[in-house]
């Protein structure tokens, strides 16, 4: 299920942690699967767990508990709404209205055209930007008003 070239990356993920010890390095691995994949099946999981020594289920639970991690399919664009008090409190349930408004579709959900799915997300560390929100796990977007979302749709379609 894992390419030779993803073994290799999650090789390099195991390398950082002492002998005994590959179990640690669930989070990289995970991530590197679902960069291959898109998501992450139960079978991406599974083999992710196989190859680092340690029972599927720990690391299912890994994959279940952080949003980064996507257990269906999602859209080429996902974005992950802070919905953490401080963005709450300044304006992440508008923004996240905002977007759903916008993009026809709720939380959890993606465009019938496939292109963007919306989810919450817990703290993003960025309080002081709020509301932020998080593109493709990768990009941190700041201060997410409306004219904001507006532009950085417009910039993904």
Known sequence: ??????QKKIDREIAK?????QQSAVM?????AQEEQGWLSSEAIEAVANYLGMAPIAAYEVASFYTMYDLKPVGKYKLTV????PCMLSGAVDAGEYLKQK??????????????TLKQ????????DAPVMLLNNRRMCS??????IDKLLSELE
């Open 143 to 148: 201060s997410m008003l409306p004219e904001q």
């Open 1 to 6: 299920m894992l390419t030779t070239e993803s």
């Open 121 to 128: 997300g817990e703290c993003m560390g960025a309080c002081g």
């Open 17 to 21: 942690y002492p002998d005994g010890q």
């Open 28 to 32: 990289a691995a995970l991530a590197i």
């Open 103 to 116: 993009l026809g579709i709720g939380y959890d959900e993606t465009t019938a055209d496939g292109k963007f």
């Open 82 to 85: 802070c919905t953490n008090l």
